[in-house]
């Protein structure tokens, strides 16, 4: 059984940053992929940042030179680095890892951003 829990979500001010982490179980160089989305109120569930097999990843465009994704293998973690953020990143933000064709997500954490 996967399980993926996130933490670092918070309240911040535009301009400020804010560190996502996600924790899993069992070695996450395990999985096919490993990434972070978001759903904010009223829309749909999108994709920010993920990790795909070994090293390559992919970004939202509206997310591009701000955010970074990454693994920390000794912690068994994939981290969100979210820096220059803005009012329309507000939202909640989960956690998903792909392992053999089967998608598992976290809880989620809240992320808002004031103007």
């Known amino acids: 059984q996967v399980q993926l829990v996130e933490s670092g979500g918070g309240l911040v001010q535009a301009g400020g940053s804010l560190r996502l982490s996600c924790a899993a179980s069992g070695s996450i160089f395990s999985f096919n992929a490993m990434g972070w989305y978001r759903q904010a109120p009223g829309k749909q569930r999108d994709l920010v940042a993920r990790i795909i097999s070994g090293s390559t990843t992919n970004y939202a465009d509206s997310v591009k030179g701000r955010f970074t994704i990454s693994r920390d293998s000794a912690t068994n973690t994939v981290n969100l680095q979210m820096n220059n953020l803005k009012p329309e990143d507000t939202a909640v933000y989960y956690c998903?890892?792909?392992?053999?064709?089967?998608?598992?997500w976290g809880r989620g954490t809240q992320v808002t951003v004031s103007s």
């Open positions: 998903n890892a792909l392992l053999h064709n089967k998608g598992y």
